[in-house]
């Protein structure tokens, strides 16, 4: 925000703005539930301006009473700012997809703000231009990963399943930032009094930047109140991400107003000109407060104990085989990244008892196993009763429905557990019932297979076919373990008894086992999953390479990065120096005596026989005897 603020011409006005952005109590809720990605977005989304009205060349103008000046900029600086915001938009994409589009409406907001403060149609063009590049460019440097998504539930996947009604958050709720466990949050509200008083007491650049942050908070305040009801034709990020706007407008509306009553209010004659600045001072001021409340412990009001670290205790260490865990229910309380399966119901899988920050960011769609969803439906429309044979063939040894977290969903506001979810699984004959802490409800599957295995025979012939009801009458519990602990991406070797080795991955020719160092073909394995038929005992070893292509895309993507890179840094390539070569004739080279070879730091060049040509003896002066000398003397 100090940075953005460039354009104000007033350090008094660029310190407040800075310090409200930091105060707004949007970023400490965020922390307070533990929501990355909205504070991701509210890291970056200032950068991201910035490089707008860099490129659109916004400064301030010669004076204090003139509006924004649009000054030429080099091609140069043009393209290292564009990189620029190419690099901070595909950064923040990596972490939270659903930027790309706040990006666009950002810079849409922004450049029709623009019009409006008079701004020539030239820079109106170049933030249009210069936020399509940043979008476009980011989405290029993580097209790998945004690939991901490209298909119908993808952007599902992106922003959360919708939830059966509205968000629950009230009006009052989302003006005043009020999504977290921070208390103080209402009087936040008094910040919105400096968009009103900065349009009526700016002149010059406090208008045009009033205008800009004035217009970013009707537009994404009213979007997420829109969002909120339901009311929009698509779901909309969550609504920390869609505030982050609205924050950044407060605070570059609150610098203007501190600059318009420094500059256009004090020293004038008193009017209605001089109440309206001081109650907008003092909504500055008040502002603020909230965040005395945020960092008062240090902790942000995240709770002590989390539903996690209660949870984790109860499953298996993974000496009897590599397992996963099923989360089911409201994606609120999942503490993974949440894939929809029907509207306010949502699933999430995991590895074994580890749980990190990185699992919460949005989970690729192609790497959902496809028999999971299937054997979900089948639960929740009462079609099936061995639920745990259709999840075993993904390892999936717990279901776990979460109640409270402690964060968006607590002992004293819990949400509600979607109906019928909890008796839907109890229902199941192979899901046995755990003793738990009372914010979860954990099932355990008695039919898993771990993800490495070598199956029974009876499994191994279960294998062959496929359908969830050839699934369902299969028993493949007795699967032996193998390669326990190995990570799945990384090579593994095991000796191994002959018989079916059982992989509890997608179907892909990526994934080569060898035995012996012999190549075993894979084939379909319930009709989704990997399978090897080893015809003898021996040692094995498993490997994942990626193909030709996608090592040569990934190449490509990494070559992007580090050029984008490079022009947006102010690195210069080494320019070749022209040197030019000079036949030297011996007799012009002079010999150094051991008496001379003192002399050779005395400033006394010798003269280059080409570039420089030595210059003629000057001529001596010749005397002129009879002006010099008085008859009758002799010259000396």
């Not at 849409?108 to 940043?134: I, M, S």
């Not at 989405?139 to 399943?161: E, H, Q």
């Amino acid at each position: 925000v100090w940075r953005l603020t460039t354009a104000f011409s007033l350090t008094k006005a660029r310190i407040t703005a800075m310090v409200v952005y930091l105060a707004i109590p949007l970023s400490a809720q965020m922390m307070s539930m533990g929501r990355w990605g909205a504070l991701a977005v509210a890291a970056a989304l200032p950068w991201s301006l910035d490089s707008l009205r860099r490129f659109a060349g916004i400064e301030p103008g010669p004076s204090d009473d003139s509006g924004d000046d649009t000054v030429a900029l080099a091609a140069r600086s043009r393209v290292r700012i564009a990189a620029g915001g190419v690099v901070v938009c595909a950064l923040t994409t990596a972490f939270e997809p659903s930027y790309l589009l706040m990006l666009i409406a950002v810079t849409v907001v922004v450049a029709f703000a623009t019009t409006l403060t008079g701004a020539p149609l030239r820079a109106v063009g170049h933030l249009l231009v210069a936020g399509a590049v940043a979008v476009a460019g980011g989405a290029v440097l993580d097209l790998a990963w945004l690939a991901t998504f490209a298909t119908d539930g993808g952007w599902a996947v992106i922003v959360g399943p919708a939830p059966p009604g509205d968000r629950g958050n009230t009006v009052f709720e989302l003006l005043s930032f009020d999504l977290g466990h921070v208390t103080g949050s209402v009087v936040s509200l008094a910040l919105y009094v400096t968009v009103v008083a900065g349009v009526l007491l700016g002149r010059g650049w406090r208008l045009g930047w009033t205008v800009r942050g004035g217009a970013m908070v009707v537009a994404f305040a009213w979007l997420a109140v829109l969002d909120d009801r339901g009311s929009l034709p698509m779901r909309l990020p969550e609504p920390g991400i869609v505030l982050v706007p609205v924050a950044l407008g407060l605070a570059l509306c609150a610098g203007c107003v501190v600059a318009s009553f420094d500059l256009d209010i004090r020293g004038g004659t008193f009017g209605w000109r001089q109440p309206l600045g001081l109650l907008g001072v003092a909504a500055v001021v008040i502002g603020v407060i909230p965040a005395i409340f945020a960092v008062n412990s240090g902790r942000f009001d995240t709770p002590r104990t989390t539903m996690v670290d209660l949870t984790t205790q109860q499953l298996a260490t993974g000496d009897d085989g590599d397992y996963r865990v099923l989360w089911l229910g409201d994606y609120r309380v999942l503490p993974a990244a949440a894939t929809p399966l029907r509207p306010g119901v949502a699933f999430a899988i995991t590895d074994g008892r580890s749980l990190d920050v990185a699992q919460t960011w949005a989970a690729p769609v192609d790497g959902i196993p496809v028999g999971v969803p299937e054997a979900l439906e089948a639960i929740s429309v009462g079609s099936t009763t061995r639920a745990g044979r259709l999840l075993a063939p993904w390892s999936i040894r717990y279901v776990i429905v979460p109640v409270v977290d402690g964060a968006v969903s607590t002992t004293a506001e819990p949400l509600p557990v979607p109906a019928g979810l909890v008796d839907a699984l109890g229902d199941q004959l192979d899901l046995a019932t755990m003793h738990s802490p009372p914010n979860v409800v954990m099932f355990e599957n008695r039919a898993w297979v771990p993800v490495r295995s070598v199956l029974t025979t009876v499994g191994a012939e279960s294998s062959r076919t496929a359908g969830a009801a050839s699934l369902a009458q299969s028993d493949l519990s007795g699967a032996v373990p193998v390669m326990s602990g190995a990570d799945h991406l990384d090579p593994a070797t095991a000796a191994v008894e002959a018989g079916t080795f059982h992989l509890a991955v997608a179907f892909e020719r990526s994934w080569q086992l060898r035995l012996d160092g012999a190549t075993i073909s894979p084939r379909p394995a319930f009709g989704a999953s990997m399978a090897y038929d080893l015809p003898a005992a021996g040692t094995v070893s498993v490997d994942h390479r990626d193909s030709a292509m996608a090592r040569v895309l990934f190449i490509m993507q990494a070559i992007g990065w580090v050029m984008v890179l490079f022009a947006a840094s102010s690195i210069r390539a080494p320019r070749r120096r022209r040197r030019r070569r000079a036949a030297v004739d011996v007799s012009f080279t002079p010999v150094l005596t051991l008496d001379q070879s003192d002399q050779l730091d005395e400033p006394n060049p010798v003269p280059d026989p080409v570039t420089e040509p030595e210059p003629e003896p000057e001529p001596e002066p010749e005397i002129d005897t009879e002006a010099d000398t008085e008859p009758g003397t002799e010259p000396e």
